[in-house]
DNA sequence: TAGTGGTCTAGACCACTTC
DNA sequence: AAGTGGTCTAGACCACTAA
């Protein structure tokens, strides 16, 4: 009687059981789990059945494996909130790009050029990204692909759009890899005098497809957040439509806004258009 | 030969031919996949081997199964766009509830007392509600849970939480159920004159605990959205504390701003201080 | 009741990691 | 080389659904 003989076995006892141990610390993030034999000999149960166990835990994002090394709780790394300051104009309209990068290095945080790759392609519009740009669908636009990495690991891709006439010849669309981040695309659009004003951010959830799986070299059990953004002038012209695939598990978006006051909003408009 | 002797066999095989068929249109959202017998047959494998296949696809988020019934591919309802106008002023301040109600009713949405069912309590605040409220952890806080559902189907829970000096007394703490939504407890906010004047929102996404899958009735490989909201009074009073766990496959979140300029709004705030 | 998916056993074999 | 997790077979049995 190892105090193990109240419940039916099964693959799902044990894989609550597991979780159980994890969630209290018994196992520690990052901790390694019993092996397959020694969970066994335990539960008396068929290696195969223990490995059901283990595939859920894998499914619902709990543990990781490594074939021949062992399974393992998986570290909640602090997730990077993300902010709508991060688009703050002072960061690439007052200073110039390398005023930004230092910035950055003095900030602690590394700037490495391998961190992000990027291509630039023309490519037919997507449905979205022509009604977005306001071009017809399957027109030639500029597509930058970028794939992030933090110490190596990638963490998200995001892909940009833009107008061709907006962009042909600028160094946006230059082979050569620019200076990372949204700054510098901004900064371009702000010298062309296309100034970024306004923007509208759309976030969704969902588990990810085979080639997200390999591009982000994602664990099982890992969600991606999609998030769409669409950047305005202040005359509303779109100058930019982005998607970014996001590993959930790194992330957190942030937004602070005032409550909308439509009715307060229609009488000023009013008053706007009497005077 | 079936044309299907070219690659190696095997769960993952079939997955990705299964998944293939599923994106390809060939099976279209809600159709039916063959039967495991069926697959076994055209792929000369175990039952168990398909079955494995199976599990994959479900995992991601492909597929749903029901014993005895079939396996069938996954319907992707529209999703329900929440943007920031949900917190319109004049729903809540303008308008009564009844008219409110009313305004629901009118714009087509059937409102249905049992879409919602509500529970407040007493309870120990946790660190997180603790800070947001600034009260002392541990200390009491009210808790007002509610389930809510679409045509039967639950889609999110919301947890608030709030100081028990500012709505103990009211019908926000009653335990008959009040009206639905947002609306109803910001009305509660205004009478007290603690008008809600901005927020913060902060998502994440992340597979769910048992307990999620549980009261949210979620299919395999679907993930949560976490939201949590903090809401303020003009003078930066916080009188709500809430987070919501959503099924990321019924939601998107949506955000409309202005960049922000913390050059631009520094120099205001120093020409404030002066004046 | 026939057909469906779901769980488990028993055991072979493979791929990878660690020492 | 020894130990780890991963895949697959073969077959028994169970639970649920639909006709």
Redesign the interface.
């Given at each position: 009687m190892t105090a193990k003989d109240k419940k039916p076995p099964g693959a799902q006892r044990i894989a609550?059981d597991l979780?159980a141990e994890i969630e209290s610390g018994e196992i520690e993030p990052g901790g390694k789990l019993p092996t397959t034999r020694q969970l066994v000999e335990k539960y008396g149960v068929t290696p195969e059945t223990v490995r059901q166990a283990i595939?859920r835990l894998k499914?619902?994002?709990a543990v990781t494996s490594r074939q021949g090394g062992g399974v393992y709780a998986r570290n909640r790394p602090p997730?990077k909130?993300l902010g709508?300051?991060r688009?703050?104009?002072?960061k690439w309209?007052?200073s110039d790009e390398v005023a930004f990068i230092a910035d950055r290095v003095a900030s602690g945080r590394e700037y490495n050029r391998t961190d992000q790759t990027q291509t630039v392609k023309l490519v037919p519009a997507s449905r979205e990204a022509a009604a977005a740009l306001g071009v017809p669908e399957g027109s030639d636009v500029y597509a930058r692909a970028r794939l992030v990495r933090e110490k190596g690991e990638p963490t998200h891709t995001l892909t940009s759009y833009y107008r061709p006439s907006h962009v042909e010849g600028t160094r946006l669309v230059d082979p050569t890899p620019g200076p990372a981040g949204a700054g510098g695309g901004f900064r371009v659009f702000y010298e062309l005098s296309l100034e970024?004003?306004?923007?509208?951010?759309?976030?969704?959830?969902?588990?990810?497809t085979?080639t997200e799986v390999e591009t982000l070299q994602l664990p099982?059990?890992e969600?991606?957040?999609v998030l769409k953004r669409t950047t305005y002038t202040a005359d509303d012209t779109v100058i930019e439509y982005a998607v970014g695939i996001h590993c959930?598990?790194r992330?957190?978006?942030?937004?602070?806004?005032?409550?909308?006051?439509?009715?307060?909003d229609n009488a000023e408009r009013a008053e706007r258009q009497e005077s």
């Open positions: 609550d979780r595939l499914n619902a994002g997730l909130r709508m300051q688009y703050d104009k002072a309209r007052d970024p004003d306004h923007m509208n951010e759309e976030l969704c959830a969902r588990m990810p085979p099982q059990g969600p991606v957040v959930a598990s992330f957190s978006w942030n937004y602070s806004f005032k409550l909308p006051d439509s009715a307060r």
